[in-house]
């Protein structure tokens, strides 16, 4: 993440310091550093020695150079994603007492740790802070709540996962991208009915999420089959053909390996 202000956010970052809260650490204290590599590792071993040694690095925030806290599970959780090992390093954090429900605070919208695991489909450590208690429904995140952010970022796993677990489903788009079809006839049907341009975004993600009937109900009722949304230049046929997020990570990784 930049910093608009470096300057700023350095004061910022001092001035939560000198709060005397223990749970807060500097990113680049030596602790710090041990705990994160532990994490991105996945090595099981050191983070228990660690945290035997250090119980209260398991809720400690961390502050990078911009200001932006976080907590351990967020470590865990950070883009790409599936760090070895991570469904037992979220356990592992969340028995030594990590809050599943912790916000980043500093910077952008506060996310949750599932609003990071439903941002890179790492369905498995998704799985783990669920069954750890993770809250389903978290507003605020980049896009909305974990499964809007898992729909509107093409995590199909996650998505369909949370919507399993009860996941709030509200919006049109994100019923049309998860193939809602009775929840899609509801949404278009209710007074007052949505505009022209709820119908298309809802159209492209149905698009996005490979959901043909779904598609195919929409453009029965107008929706524009060359629409694109602000946030994508992709027009519905060519992003029905595109990797999700998940391919798209697989594709990324064997193309640095098989060019080294």
């Known amino acids: 993440m930049r910093c608009p202000d470096a300057c700023t956010a350095v004061r910022h970052a001092a001035i939560l310091l000198d709060m005397d809260e223990p749970e807060t650490l500097r990113a680049t204290d030596s602790m710090a550093v041990a705990l994160v590599a532990a994490i991105r590792r996945g090595d099981d071993e050191s983070l228990s020695q660690i945290l035997t040694e250090r119980p209260e690095l398991a809720t400690t925030r961390l502050v990078d150079q911009c200001g932006v806290t976080r907590t351990p599970l967020h470590v865990v959780t950070d883009w790409p994603g599936y760090f070895p090992n991570a469904p037992r390093t979220v356990e592992r954090l969340l028995a030594a007492g990590a809050d599943p429900d912790a ?10 740790p599932l609003h990071w695991a439903a941002s890179s ?78 119908i298309d975004h809802a159209f492209w ?25 602000d946030h994508n230049h992709a027009r ?25």
């Open 236 to 260: 519905p046929v060519e992003i029905a053909g595109a990797p999700d997020t998940r391919r798209g990570l697989l594709i990324e990784w064997l193309t640095k390996r098989a060019t080294t």
């Open 103 to 112: 916000t980043t605070t500093g910077g952008g919208q506060p996310e949750t």
């Open 121 to 198: 489909d790492d369905l498995d450590v998704a799985h783990a802070l669920i069954a750890g208690g993770a809250s389903i429904d978290v507003p605020g995140g980049s896009i909305g709540t974990p499964v809007e952010n898992a729909v509107g970022y093409g995590c199909w796993h996650v998505a369909r996962l949370l919507h399993a677990h009860g996941a709030r489903v509200d919006k049109l788009w994100v019923a049309a991208g998860l193939g809602l079809l009775p929840l899609v006839e509801e949404l278009v049907e209710q007074t007052p009915p949505p505009d022209r341009s709820d």
């Open 205 to 229: 993600q149905a698009c996005h999420g490979g959901q043909l009937r779904v598609a195919a109900y929409l453009l029965e009722r107008g929706a524009d089959i060359d629409t694109t949304p």
